[in-house]
């Protein structure tokens, strides 16, 4: 209990304080997982998102909503992660993993509806309660009426770690660069995931 109680004044202290000048946005989310299905809320500087998606499928299932108070947007999600561990049985140097996501996106901020890729490759590595991460991923879109023309979007970067706080509770705090199609960073965000199952 006093793991969530700590957590959750970090959570708030932290959603309210600006960070540093470098960190153009700062995110805050929380989950709440159970055996099927999950619950995501989570705000930045500008949008808030609701998600709903699954905990236990072949593939990665997901709706979401988002909201900046002037456009509403929305979109479904279907993805696919596998992960290998380096090393041996006994002793595994660290696990990397290959994700693909694809989005169909519609709602006020698009003239047309959109469909969204992303491919992404990282590796994590347990260590006691700590589990840092690093990735790299590509988001590449395309547009209705033409779904075939993929196009180049946001390559990104993420590093970070998550911590186990208890049996069933987690925080992830990470540093996600964006940039564009030149690899110059457009936005860094600095974010941190509180993350509970039942």
Do not use: C
Not at 56 to 68: E, R, S, T, Y
Not at 123 to 130: E, V
Not at 136 to 149: F, T
């Amino acid at each position: 209990m006093k793991y969530i109680i700590t957590t959750a004044a970090l959570v708030a202290m932290l959603s309210s304080v600006s960070f540093a000048d470098d960190y153009d946005n700062t995110s805050v989310t929380m989950a709440a997982e159970g055996p099927a299905y999950g619950i995501e809320l989570s705000t930045n500087d500008t949008t808030r998102k609701v998600s709903v998606y699954n905990t236990n499928g072949a593939l990665d299932l997901g709706v979401q909503l988002l909201d900046n108070g002037t456009n509403t947007d929305y979109n479904v999600s279907v993805g696919k992660t596998i992960e290998m561990p380096l090393g041996s049985a006994e002793s595994t140097f660290a696990t990397v993993y290959a994700s693909a996501d694809a989005e169909y996106n519609w709602g006020d901020s698009y003239t047309k509806n959109e469909m969204h890729f992303t491919p992404k490759v990282g590796a994590k590595k347990i260590i006691g309660s700590l589990t840092p991460f690093g990735e790299v991923g590509y988001g590449l879109k395309s547009i209705e009426g033409d779904y075939a023309d993929i196009d180049r979007d946001t390559p990104f970067a993420e590093v970070g770690t998550s911590v186990k706080l208890t049996n069933n509770t987690s925080l992830k705090a990470s540093v996600l660069q964006s940039m564009n199609t030149d690899w110059k960073k457009t936005d860094r965000e600095l974010g941190l995931k509180l993350t509970v199952q039942f």
